[in-house]
Structure formats: structure tokens, C-alpha cells
């Protein structure tokens, strides 16, 4: 697999459901993450996954582009957490070590009710 078809993966497992899976087949042991809402620890933020995965199990989650350059990886996506909620766009950043995820940056930005771009967020 490629470093983006990993990162593809991972997080198609996390939006699942299939957390402690993804963080096994992908996740370094000394991975470190830069969520401003956690810990930098891998179990810290594992942790707060699973604990959104209950708060959020019927979130949608489209990636629409994901691009790679050596050891990083950018993954852009369009994400629902309720029906009755706004997208939202994200950004994850992933930093390989061989084929492990070492280190991530994740970064979100809700859709406003009203959009002046006749583009869209996506």
C-alpha cells in the first residue's frame, strides 16, 4: 500500500467505528498528535476517538482529495457528525515512519449557515 492509500485507510477505520484496529494496523507506538483538544499521546487520543465514536456514531464522512509528498500525507474531507448539524471541512496531516502513522495534525472548519462563496467548501 501507499503512504495516502494507509492514510485513506486509517481514517476510513476510525469513521467506522474500528478505532483500537486502525491505531494496530497503523499507528506507531510512539506516535504523537497535535489535537489541541487531547493530550499529545497516542492513547490519550485514541481514548477521545472512541469516546466520539459514541457521541457521533452515525457521522458521514467523505474524503474528497488526498495527497502525498515522501513521508506526509494530506487528506481533505467533508464531515457530518449529526444530521441536524453542519459539515464540516477537515484537514488531516499524517507523518510517516515506514509504513507507520508517527505523527498527525488535524484541523476543522464548520460550514457556515450562509456560504458567500459561490464555490462552495468543496
Known sequence: MTKKEIAISFLNL??????REAYEKYVSPVFRHHNPY??????????GMEE??????DKVFEIQRALED??????HSK???KPDMPEMATVHIVLF???????????GQESPKEILNENGMF
Open 14 to 19: 476510525i469513521i467506522s467505528g474500528k478505532i
Open 38 to 47: 487531547f493530550k499529545g499521546d497516542r492513547e490519550s487520543l485514541l481514548i
Open 52 to 57: 466520539a465514536e459514541e457521541q457521533f456514531p
Open 70 to 75: 515522501e513521508n506526509l500525507v494530506a487528506v
Open 79 to 81: 464531515l457530518r457528525l
Open 97 to 107: 515512519e515506514g509504513d507507520r502513522i508517527v505523527e498527525m495534525w488535524d484541523i
